[in-house]
């Protein structure tokens, strides 16, 4: 059963780049067919699509966040990444990573409990 | 696209039916393989969303078929039958059909 779990920071400081991983246990992140994302969620509201890699390094952006956003891959560990630049209070969410299946097509599962990421000087 | 979901939130008693509608500013709907990339979400306080179901009306494994889900194209529905104490969460419809990959705003549901 394959499980995400992300880690980094919980506290970055405006202007700063905000850094993510999420290590994959249970499956290879080099297994054919699944997608690789991050989801954000600011407190009370909806969740937000970041964007997503396929192990062979092809990414896809959200349009708002793609200047800002670089998402990477490290099949030797089993993990992706999120690095996201000149941070600001906004950005200040619960990020969870998820992955999607690409070809059954069936939304986004497992995610991994997520982690709360605050924007502060 | 924009996904718009009514109402915000909902109060339903036990035994009674809940139902979350969402609509999409266009279609989500694959004509090749006729299947809608919609997917319903349930999220419980301090947990990550989990996929209830996926094509907009399949459900995924172990989700108790008193979920069940309907619609095509722009406009879908979530339904509860029989609504349970542990159905008390905040519901999130989400399209995966183009990228960026959006989610509604949410439908907070409670007991009456």
């Known amino acids: 059963q394959v499980q995400l779990q992300e880690s980094g920071p919980g506290l970055v400081k405006p202007s700063e780049t905000l850094s993510l991983t999420c290590t994959v246990s249970?499956?290879?992140?080099?297994?054919?067919?699944?997608?690789w994302g991050w989801i954000r969620q600011p407190t009370g509201k909806g969740p937000e699509w970041i964007g997503s890699?396929?192990?062979?390094?092809?990414?896809y952006y959200n349009p708002s966040l793609k200047s800002r956003v670089t998402i990477s891959v490290d099949t030797s560990k089993n993990q992706f990444s999120l690095n996201l630049s000149s941070v600001t209070a906004a950005d200040t969410a619960v990020y969870y990573c998820?992955?999607?299946?690409?070809?059954?097509?069936?939304?986004?599962?497992?995610w991994g409990q997520g982690i709360m990421v605050t924007v502060s000087s | 696209i924009v996904m718009t979901q009514s109402p915000d939130s909902l109060a339903v008693s036990l035994g009674e039916r809940a139902t979350i509608n969402c609509k999409c500013s266009?279609?989500?709907?694959?004509?090749?393989?006729?299947?809608?990339?919609l997917a319903w979400y349930q999220q419980k306080p301090g947990q990550p969303p989990k996929l209830l179901i996926y094509?907009?009306?399949t459900r995924e494994s172990g989700v108790p078929d008193r979920f069940s889900g309907s619609g095509s194209g722009t406009d879908f529905t979530l339904t509860i039958n029989s609504l349970q104490a542990e159905d008390v969460a905040v519901y999130f419809c989400?399209?995966?059909?183009?990228?960026?990959?959006?989610f509604g705003q949410g439908a907070k549901l409670e007991i009456k």
């Open positions: 998820a992955r999607r299946d690409k070809d059954r097509q069936i939304g986004y599962d497992p």
């Open positions: 249970g499956g290879s992140i080099s297994r054919n067919g699944y997608y």
């Open positions: 890699i396929y192990f062979t390094g092809t990414t």
């Open positions: 266009q279609s989500v709907l694959d004509n090749s393989n006729n299947k809608n990339y």
């Open positions: 094509w907009a009306s």
């Open positions: 989400q399209q995966y059909s183009e990228t960026p990959h959006t």
